[in-house]
C-alpha cells in the first residue's frame, strides 16, 4: 500500500505543505485573509473549535455552500473536516472535490468504534493522535498524515506538547528494540506490526508529521516544530485573537523560523492579545475532544 | 563535491534534501540571503507559490536571490517553476521571470486529479508526480523543452536554469537531479 501510486500522491501533498500554517476558517472572507497572510492550505469548518467549546450542540462538516465558495476564491489547497466514523460526510467531501479531510475528533463522532476505511477514498485524508499507536492505526487505515490532536480550542499548548513528545518517544523507543520485542511492541500499541517494523528501522513515520490543537501564538508554533512537528495548523488561535492578519503573517513567519530566536522575535513583535486560554487540567473529561478516536 | 541550497521558507524542501543527496550533491537549507553564499546552484522546491511570494516580500528575498540567478543556476519545480516564470496565471501573480515561460496554476485540477505518469524526456522515459500542477502555456525562443507530457512541456531549460511541472524529488530516478548537478561544473 504504501509504496502505490495512489499512496504516493496523498502523502506528495502532505510534502507541499511542510514548512507551512494550515488555517481553520469558517467563511470566504477569513479564507482571503489567511491566504493573503500567506496560509499554505485553509481548513473550512462550520465553527472555530473555541466556539463549538463554548456553544455545544452537535458539530457537522461545514455547509457544503461554503466550502465551495472557498474553493473557487483561495488559490491554495482548501481541507475540510469529516466527523469521525462518518464515511458518508467523506463521500461528499470528495465528490466536492476538497484537497484534503480531516476526519477531525474536533467535530462530534458519528462512530464510537470505527474510523473511516481511509483507503478506499481517491482524496487523502489526515487524522489526530495522541501517541504511536493512534498515529499508526490511522495510517493503516489509509491516513496519508497525522496531526497531535492537542486540546483543540483550548489556546493551550500543553497538549500538543504531550502529544508530539509522546509519539517522537515512542518511536525513538522502537528503533533500539530487537525484532522479536517488536512484535510484543505492536501488541501494546495496538498497530500493525509491519508499520511498527517501518518505524523501528527509520526512527519516523511513514508519513508527514504536524501539529495541531492549541497553537495560539508564533512561539506556539516554534514550539512544536522543535519538537519534531513539521508543519501546524492553527484554529482557533488566529480568528478569536484580536489582530487576526498580523497574528496569522506572524505564525506563518513562525513556521519557517522556528529555529531562528531572532526571526521569531520580529514575529512575535507587535501583536495585539492572543486568544484567551483555557486551563486543560481544569476541564472536566467530558469536555475534552482529545478523548475521541479509538 | 557541489553545493545546492534549497529554499526551505515551505513546502517539500526535505524531499529535495534527499534527492540532492542521492544525486551526487550536498545539500543546505536557504532561509536568508546569507545563506545563498555557500551554494553553487538553488532548487526553488514544491509547495505553496503564495506562502513563498509572502515570505520572499516580507523577508527581502527577492533582490538576493535575483542577484544570485544572474551568475548561478536555478532549479524550480512545480511552485518554484511558477516562482521561476515570465508571467503567472489563474490568479495573475508576481513572479521572479528567470525563465521565459507562462504558466497556469493549478492548470490540471485539484488533488484529486493529481497523478503519476510517464513522460518522454527525448529517448527516454520518465517517472513524473504531478501534484496540483501547473501548465507551461508559452516557452520562449531561448528556452529547450526537454519534457513534454501529452503534448505539454514539462520540463523546459533556458541558459542555466530549469523548470519541471512535476516533481522528481518524489521519485528514486535521480536523473533529473544529476542534469542540474552537471549545470554546476559546466
Given at each position: 500500500m504504501y509504496l502505490s501510486d495512489d499512496f504516493r500522491l496523498k502523502v506528495g501533498l502532505a510534502e507541499m505543505l511542510k514548512g507551512g500554517v494550515i488555517m481553520d476558517v469558517t467563511n470566504v472572507e477569513q479564507a482571503k485573509i489567511a491566504e493573503k497572510a500567506g496560509a499554505s492550505a485553509v481548513m473550512a469548518l462550520e465553527r472555530v473549535p473555541s466556539d463549538i467549546r463554548k456553544e455545544g450542540g452537535v458539530s457537522r462538516m461545514a455547509s457544503i455552500k461554503i466550502i465551495r465558495q472557498i474553493m473557487d476564491t483561495v488559490s491554495i489547497p482548501v481541507m475540510a473536516k469529516a466527523r469521525i466514523g462518518h464515511f458518508m460526510e467523506a463521500r461528499i467531501l470528495e465528490a466536492l472535490g476538497v484537497d484534503y479531510i480531516d476526519e477531525s475528533?474536533?467535530?462530534?463522532?458519528?462512530?464510537?468504534e470505527h474510523h473511516i476505511d481511509?483507503?478506499?477514498?481517491?482524496v487523502p485524508f489526515v487524522c489526530g493522535a495522541r501517541n504511536l499507536g493512534e498515529a499508526l492505526r490511522r495510517i493503516a487505515e489509509g491516513a496519508a498524515m497525522i496531526r497531535t490532536k492537542g486540546?483543540?480550542?483550548?489556546?493551550?499548548i500543553v497538549e500538543a506538547v504531550r502529544h508530539i513528545r509522546t509519539i517522537v518517544k515512542e518511536m525513538k523507543h522502537l528503533t533500539i528494540l530487537g525484532k522479536e520485542e517488536l512484535v510484543h511492541e505492536a501488541k501494546n500499541l495496538g498497530a500493525p506490526l509491519e508499520l511498527v517494523e517501518w518505524v523501528a528501522a527509520n526512527?519516523?513515520?511513514p508519513v508527514p508529521n504536524f501539529s495541531a490543537g492549541g497553537i495560539a501564538t508564533p512561539a506556539d508554533a516554534a514550539l512544536v516544530m522543535q519538537l519534531g512537528a513539521e508543519a501546524v495548523f492553527v484554529g482557533s488561535g488566529i480568528f478569536k485573537s484580536e489582530d487576526p492578519d498580523s497574528r496569522a503573517r506572524a505564525i506563518v513567519k513562525a513556521a519557517t523560523y522556528y529555529n531562528d530566536p531572532v526571526k521569531l522575535l520580529e514575529a512575535s513583535e507587535e501583536l495585539g492579545e492572543a486568544m484567551r486560554g483555557l486551563d486543560v487540567s481544569k476541564l472536566p473529561e467530558s469536555e475534552l475532544l482529545q478523548t475521541r478516536g479509538w | 563535491m557541489k553545493t545546492i541550497g534549497i529554499?526551505?521558507?515551505?513546502?517539500?524542501f526535505d524531499a529535495h534534501r534527499k534527492a540532492v543527496e542521492r544525486a551526487g550533491g550536498r545539500p543546505v537549507e536557504v532561509?536568508?540571503?546569507?545563506?545563498?553564499?555557500?551554494?553553487?546552484g538553488l532548487i526553488v522546491p514544491g509547495g505553496e507559490s503564495t506562502t513563498m511570494l509572502k515570505l520572499l516580500d516580507i523577508e527581502n528575498l527577492t533582490e538576493p536571490l535575483r542577484q544570485f540567478a544572474a551568475r548561478k543556476p536555478v532549479f524550480g519545480t512545480c511552485a518554484g517553476a511558477i516562482l521561476l516564470a515570465h508571467s503567472v496565471t489563474k490568479p495573475a501573480q508576481p513572479s521572479?521571470?528567470?525563465?521565459?515561460i507562462d504558466v497556469e496554476r493549478n492548470a490540471y485540477g485539484r488533488q484529486i486529479d493529481s497523478r503519476i505518469t510517464r513522460v518522454q524526456a527525448g529517448d527516454d522515459e520518465l517517472e513524473a508526480v504531478f501534484i496540483r500542477a501547473p501548465k507551461i502555456l508559452r516557452v520562449g525562443s531561448g528556452g529547450k523543452i526537454l519534457a513534454t507530457c501529452d503534448g505539454d512541456p514539462v520540463w523546459v531549460e533556458q541558459g542555466r536554469h530549469m523548470v519541471t511541472?512535476?516533481?522528481?524529488?518524489?521519485?528514486?530516478?535521480?536523473r533529473v537531479h544529476q542534469r542540474f548537478l552537471e549545470k554546476l561544473t559546466t
Open positions: 475528533e474536533v467535530l462530534t463522532p458519528a462512530d464510537e481511509k483507503k478506499t477514498y481517491k486540546e483543540a480550542g483550548s489556546g493551550n526512527g519516523k513515520l | 529554499l526551505a521558507l515551505q513546502g517539500d532561509r536568508t540571503a546569507k545563506d545563498l553564499d555557500a551554494c553553487d521572479l521571470n528567470l525563465i521565459d511541472t512535476f516533481h522528481p524529488e518524489l521519485t528514486q530516478d535521480s
